[in-house]
């Protein structure tokens, strides 16, 4: 069996990690949620570069996207988000736990609190006060890290100005050198501060941006043969390439509206106060180079583009767009990583299991609640054949020969293994599971999948194009389409076959469906007869 190709052509050269060169450089089990969304934003509204090209949209344009595919040399993407040290200085300095505060990084808090106050005037406020508020503000923007010192956290991404690389301090080097003046840790921040190491941002939502740009600059013939075969689930300026790259390229443009333009001024305006360390710091910047996803990821990447172009254009502010965004590149991660190991399972274990959705696998969902014994156990052995899947993936010939090449020592393969099992493998499918909450008990044991409101609520409105009305058995079609998702019906029949499980109708229950009940619940479900009944979008098209 042939290993994946990479997107964009490069040689593959790395420390023969089966998982990575499976599934692509790379999901990792550190990243959290927010942190997808928000690398995979930084790019979205970073300037960026193929060969010497600047693209200034969202998105490369169709025929740099078909050129950039074609070719056979190396071309990067590389792009440049602001690294932003004064704004997070004066935003997370008082959040970082003691232990974690260098002397220098007083002393810059110091100095930006200074400048802050220094230009506030006002006849009924102290600056002292006033510049808390606006510190207490910025605060409140915190994203992730609470255990991190100050530079390394992240910033929700409610607004473009919010996007900022990865800055880890060098705590080693800055106390090998008893670094003891601000002025010199920014003289030399390439020493003292490293904004290329993806211990966070650990590239998770480069490989989701690598794989949106993968399937737009597919073949449009794979993308007819692929929504033949997956169903009647996309109408024909989705099919057609050329209108869902234009459409998903103006709908990202138009996410930050002009609402967000006044906490922009007050970031940047921040972010200036201190101009030695503003400059000096612009001298040191340096692009982030994106690496690579597998070719063969395109059909999940193609679902990934239609399901974001859906949300783009509905009517819901920025804050929900943000959070569903959020829940979607979560999914995204957890359909890749099934994808592609169903694409890569053996012929024979591929013909003893069911059909699965669109890509291949399923998985069984059940209530949170009120779930019968029966639901339960079928969920969990649902979620064992999952994670029997991904872990079984990476031990296939191909890939065996693959770590033995870099690895001749077994103990080293071994480790390999156990660290793609645990970083990289089920055991980041099933820590992601539980981050998004759809994999339940937090601890302990009989894991298993469950909906949860804020995902049957994404289901709704990416499946479920704005302003179209399903009926119910529609509305399941497509859940298994796009995530194999069974609940009930015919799906759940397959799903339990794919399982290694005998279809047994019992498992369905006598009374109405709980999802039936959670629509209703969230205002998606209309019953028009006692056999008949509609899932609608309620959220209509955005069309500024």
């Given at each position: 069996m042939t290993l994946p190709m990479p997107f964009p052509t490069k040689e593959i050269a790395g420390d023969y990690n089966p998982a990575i060169r499976l599934f692509g450089l790379r999901f990792v089990a550190d990243q959290t949620i927010v942190e997808y969304l928000s690398e995979f934003l930084s790019i979205v509204f970073s300037n960026k570069t193929i060969w010497d090209d600047t693209i200034t949209t969202p998105l490369p344009s169709l025929e740099d996207l078909q050129k950039w595919s074609a070719t056979s040399e190396y071309a990067p993407l590389r792009y440049a988000p602001p690294i932003r040290l004064n704004l997070k200085l004066l935003a997370f300095y008082g959040l970082t736990p003691l232990a974690k505060r260098h002397k220098v990084h007083g002393y810059g808090y110091e100095r930006v609190a200074t400048m802050l106050e220094s230009q506030i005037k006002s006849s009924t406020v102290e600056p002292e006060e006033a510049r808390r508020c606006i510190e207490d503000f910025f605060k409140g923007f915190q994203g992730a890290g609470d255990t991190r010192t100050w530079c390394a956290r992240t910033f929700y991404p409610i607004s473009e100005s919010l996007l900022t690389q990865e800055t880890m301090w060098e705590e080693t080097k800055a106390?090998?050198?008893?670094?003891?003046?601000?002025?010199?840790?920014?003289?030399?921040?390439?020493?003292?501060?490293?904004?290329?190491?993806?211990?966070?941002?650990?590239?998770?939502?480069?490989?989701?941006?690598?794989?949106?740009?993968?399937?737009?600059?597919?073949?449009?013939?794979?993308?007819?043969?692929?929504?033949?075969?997956?169903?009647?689930?996309?109408?024909?300026?989705?099919?057609?390439?050329?209108?869902?790259?234009?459409?998903?390229?103006?709908?990202?443009?138009?996410?930050?509206?002009?609402?967000?333009?006044?906490?922009?001024?007050?970031?940047?305006?921040?972010?200036?106060?201190?101009?030695?360390?503003?400059?000096?710091?612009?001298?040191?910047?340096?692009?982030?180079?994106?690496?690579?996803?597998?070719?063969?990821?395109?059909?999940?990447?193609?679902?990934?583009?239609?399901?974001?172009?859906?949300?783009?254009?509905?009517?819901?502010?920025?804050?929900?767009?943000?959070?569903?965004?959020?829940?979607?590149?979560?999914?995204?991660?957890?359909?890749?990583?099934?994808?592609?190991?169903?694409?890569?399972?053996?012929?024979?274990?591929?013909?003893?299991?069911?059909?699965?959705?669109?890509?291949?696998?399923?998985?069984?969902?059940?209530?949170?609640?009120?779930?019968?014994?029966?639901?339960?156990?079928?969920?969990?052995?649902?979620?064992?054949?999952?994670?029997?899947?991904?872990?079984?993936?990476?031990?296939?010939?191909?890939?065996?020969?693959?770590v033995r090449e870099g690895q001749k020592d077994d103990r080293k393969i071994r480790e390999r293994y156990k660290e793609a099992d645990k970083k990289y493998g089920y055991k980041l499918f099933r820590s992601l599971g539980k981050n998004l909450l759809i994999i339940i008990p937090r601890r302990g044991s009989g894991a298993r999948f469950v909906m949860t409101e804020k995902v049957l609520r994404y289901m709704v409105m990416t499946l479920v194009r704005p302003g179209e009305r399903l009926t119910y058995d529609e509305f399941l079609e497509r859940l298994y389409c796009f995530y194999g998702i069974a609940v009930e019906s015919p799906q759940l029949m397959d799903a339990m076959v794919w399982s290694g499980l005998p279809a047994n109708q019992s498992v369905q229950s006598d009374r109405e469906s709980w999802l039936c009940q959670m629509l209703r619940a969230g205002g998606f479900l209309t019953e028009l007869s006692d056999a008949r009944s509609i899932v609608c979008n309620p959220f209509g098209t955005n069309i500024d």
């Open positions: 106390r090998k050198d008893d670094l003891s003046t601000w002025e010199d840790s920014i003289d030399n921040f390439s020493r003292y501060y490293s904004t290329t190491k993806h211990n966070f941002l650990a590239r998770g939502g480069e490989l989701l941006y690598l794989q949106l740009c993968n399937a737009l600059s597919t073949e449009q013939r794979s993308i007819d043969d692929f929504v033949g075969n997956a169903g009647p689930f996309f109408d024909e300026d989705e099919v057609q390439l050329k209108t869902l790259h234009n459409s998903l390229q103006n709908g990202l443009k138009r996410l930050y509206g002009s609402y967000t333009a006044p906490l922009d001024e007050l970031a940047d305006y921040v972010e200036r106060l201190d101009k030695e360390t503003y400059k000096r710091i612009g001298n040191y910047s340096k692009a982030l180079t994106c690496e690579w996803c597998p070719r063969d990821s395109w059909p999940e990447g193609y679902l990934f583009a239609v399901e974001l172009n859906r949300l783009m254009s509905t009517t819901v502010s920025l804050a929900d767009k943000l959070e569903l965004m959020m829940i979607g590149c979560a999914l995204q991660v957890l359909r890749s990583l099934c994808a592609q190991s169903a694409r890569y399972m053996s012929p024979l274990d591929k013909a003893k299991k069911g059909r699965g959705g669109a890509l291949g696998y399923a998985w069984i969902f059940s209530a949170p609640d009120s779930c019968t014994r029966q639901q339960s156990l079928v969920s969990q052995r649902n979620l064992q054949a999952i994670e029997a899947l991904i872990q079984g993936v990476l031990r296939i010939s191909a890939l065996e020969t693959y």
